[in-house]
């Protein structure tokens, strides 16, 4: 079964920095993408960043500069480090993995992690 832990998750003034961890069950060179994804109250969930198993990288326009995905392949992990954190970044913070269709199958997600950013 394909599980994912996320963790990190912090309060942090205006312009501080954090780093949050996707642990995943499997080997993430199963996954075909692995991505974060953030919902603030009342908001919905957007996509935030993603990286491919060949290692290119997407992000939302209002985080790139700031924020930065990455991966340990041995470690079956997945970080987003994020810098000068802004208000607008506070939410709840989730990581999936959407299967690359022969090992893994279908979309998983993580229980998320809470992000909130004080001005």
């Known amino acids: 079964q394909v599980q994912l832990v996320e963790s990190g998750g912090d309060l942090v003034q205006a312009g501080g920095s954090l780093r949050l961890s996707c642990t995943i069950s499997v080997s993430i060179l199963s996954a075909s993408a692995i991505m974060w994804h953030r919902q603030a109250p009342g908001k919905q969930r957007e996509l935030v960043a993603a990286?491919?198993?060949?290692?290119?990288?997407n992000y939302a326009d209002s985080v790139k500069g700031r924020f930065t995905i990455s991966r340990d392949n041995a470690k079956n992990t997945v970080y987003l480090q994020m810098n000068s954190l802004k208000p607008e970044d506070t939410g709840v913070y989730y990581c999936?993995?959407?299967?690359?269709?022969?090992?893994?199958?279908?979309?998983?997600w993580g229980q998320g992690t809470q992000v909130t950013v004080s001005s």
């Open positions: 999936n993995l959407i299967g690359d269709g022969l090992r893994i199958r279908g979309r998983y």
């Open positions: 990286i491919a198993t060949g290692g290119s990288t």
